[in-house]
């Protein structure tokens, strides 16, 4: 899922924009939650309370908060969101270019542009470090899979547990988890917990250590599976590798 965020003082080209973009991502297939905002100070209010953006179409000439202004803000809080700018104005570019914003492109191109830019953004997205968001009424907490040492069943909940402790607990089955993640890190120790073979420290007789020191008992059988997958995922990282 990408989050996308599109902001415009004109109702028309915040339909116009949604649509476009909409119907550009459909075609590589890839789902999003689009929102649009017809002021710069609401979208700013919003990634300031914790709403997470993978990626901002923005135009610069707005009332009380332009484009520019408004990117200097973000990027206090997401450093690493892309932005595009649609707008009629050229003389931006140079100012642009300084913010790091990932596209300009002027409204007079959008057909011939617009399409090429959602591409790259895209395959400049997936190429990023692979990330969980767990999702909550208010927010969207991003967190590098890499962290993750486990994950276990409690109650109608998750516990996902990081390498410095930190403790996440989101509602969800665990089936669900690593169908999102969509990672071949992480293997069940039992029905009730999900590891990272990233964190495994050691496998001996039936007992599973993870780095930090949690031990899990998982009997001589599963331990041995995953012994396998375990010598598997790293061999195929060296192979890559090299």
């Known amino acids: ?102 596209r300009y492109i002027p409204k007079t191109m959008l057909e011939e542009k617009l399409g090429k830019a959602l591409e790259d953004a895209l395959g400049k997205l997936l190429a990023r470090e692979a990330v969980y968001r767990l999702e909550t009424a208010r927010q969207v907490q991003v967190i590098p899979q890499k962290r993750i040492v486990y994950v276990q069943k409690e109650g109608k909940n998750i516990q996902i547990v990081l390498e410095d402790g930190t403790v996440f607990s989101e509602r969800k089955s665990l089936k669900r988890f690593s169908e999102d993640v969509l990672s071949q890190s992480f293997i069940y120790v039992d029905r009730s917990c999900l590891i990272s073979l990233e964190h495994i420290a050691q496998i001996k007789g039936g007992v599973v250590t993870m780095r930090g020191g949690v031990s899990f008992c998982a009997g001589m059988a599963r331990a041995a599976q995953i012994r396998r997958t375990f010598n598997q995922f790293w061999g195929d990282k060296m192979i890559r590798r090299g």
């Open 1 to 102: 899922m990408l989050y996308i965020a599109i902001c415009d003082d004109d109702p028309g080209v915040l339909d116009d924009l949604q649509e476009r973009v909409r119907a550009c991502l459909a075609l590589c297939g890839e789902l999003t939650d689009i929102r649009l905002y017809p002021q710069a100070q609401m979208l700013l209010y919003d990634i300031q309370e914790g709403c997470h953006l993978d990626l901002i179409l923005s135009d610069i000439e707005m009332p009380r908060m332009d484009g520019m202004e408004l990117v200097r803000e973000i990027r206090r809080v997401l450093p690493e969101v892309l932005i595009i700018f649609i707008t009629a104005y050229e003389r931006y570019a140079v100012d642009a270019y300084e913010l790091s914003i990932f």
